[in-house]
């Protein structure tokens, strides 16, 4: 089985102060502001993130909603957003995806290393033609898709932001990306100080120990705690039972591995800790809403049609 290497640890160490950002009420507010003043999602995501930024949030493009529901539009989307990703670095990046929607990524640095994206877009920067619309009917047939009456009334509604206003949306962006790269330090000291020290503990054990067969009792003795004590106390402080926070962590590390199309699925899902591939398929459809072999396929759409699938 796989060890977690010194990468595995500073990637989740990262993706772990994201998180702490994104529950801050320095977000959340400026969020609701930001919200309200475009009427444009906003998101912050980490630099690993495999599903559609806005997806689900409030504001979120309707447009892009209903591609989301379909497997083939939703591997083009995926695909123009691991594009952005590839293209960005120490400077905001914009592009146009098939479709014609603009969408932004501006970085969030801790010191001089880019941890994760401001997230906004999904706007027309111009008028949209009969040419555009003709360009996105195009792009949904080469998906394997058809320009339906409700895709045609979502398109026709698609936010339209002038370029000189939505380049300004993106400089106010930028300027609150440097406020959250100033406080990121002091926000995650601030949420370790409010963990109890027995969960912290526990984490770590976790993430170190997640390829082998865990017991509740092995980490409750672990971190010194008696099992009923340690459940009480990680259940308040996380949200979460011993056994989800497990499987989570498990299900990530997959997902990780799910990137890298020359591995099977079966040998995946056992050197990460599932006993059985039905525990991990349906323990990753649970977490992710869809199969393992669904995510893979939209991010390798291509590799998945050219490949006969293997028996697992």
């Avoid at 892009?64 to 695909?79: H, S």
């Avoid at 996105?136 to 009456?149: D, H, K, M, Q, V």
Wanted: charged share 25%; glycine share 4%; aromatic share 8%.
């Amino acid at each position: 089985m796989t060890g977690t290497t010194e990468n595995d640890v500073h990637a989740r160490k990262n993706r772990e102060l994201i998180d702490v950002l994104r529950r801050s009420k320095l977000f959340r507010d400026y969020e609701r502001v930001f919200a309200q003043a475009t009427g444009l999602p906003l998101a912050l995501r980490p630099l690993e993130y495999w599903q559609l930024a806005h997806h689900g949030k409030l504001n979120e493009n309707p447009f892009c909603a209903l591609l989301a529901e379909n497997p083939k539009t939703l591997a083009v989307c995926l695909e123009a957003h691991a594009e952005m990703i590839r293209h960005a670095g120490n400077l905001p990046t914009t592009v146009t995806c098939p479709f014609g929607l603009t969408e932004t990524a501006v970085p969030l640095k801790l010191g001089q290393e880019v941890i994760g994206y401001l997230r906004v877009g999904q706007v027309f920067r111009r008028s949209p033609s009969q040419v555009d619309t003709n360009r996105a009917g195009r792009a949904l047939e080469n998906a394997g898709a058809s320009f339906t009456p409700a895709l045609q009334r979502a398109w026709e509604k698609n936010t339209f932001i002038p370029a000189e206003r939505y380049n300004a949306i993106v400089r106010l962006l930028t300027f609150f990306a440097e406020q959250l790269s100033a406080l990121s330090n002091q926000l995650l000291v601030e949420e370790q100080n409010q963990e109890p020290t027995i969960v912290s503990k526990a984490r770590r054990y976790i993430e170190e120990h997640k390829a082998e067969k865990i017991s509740l009792l092995a980490v409750a003795t672990a971190v010194g705690a008696s099992v009923f004590h340690f459940c009480k106390v990680f259940h308040k402080s996380t949200g979460l039972k011993f056994t989800d926070h497990l499987a989570r962590v498990r299900a990530e590390a997959a997902r990780a591995q799910l990137l890298n199309p020359n591995r099977r699925i079966s040998e995946i899902a056992y050197d990460v800790g599932f006993q059985s591939l039905t525990q991990f398929n349906r323990t990753f459809r649970r977490i992710y809403g869809q199969s393992p072999s669904q995510f893979r396929a939209q991010i390798h759409p291509k590799a998945g049609a050219s490949k006969p699938r293997r028996r697992k």
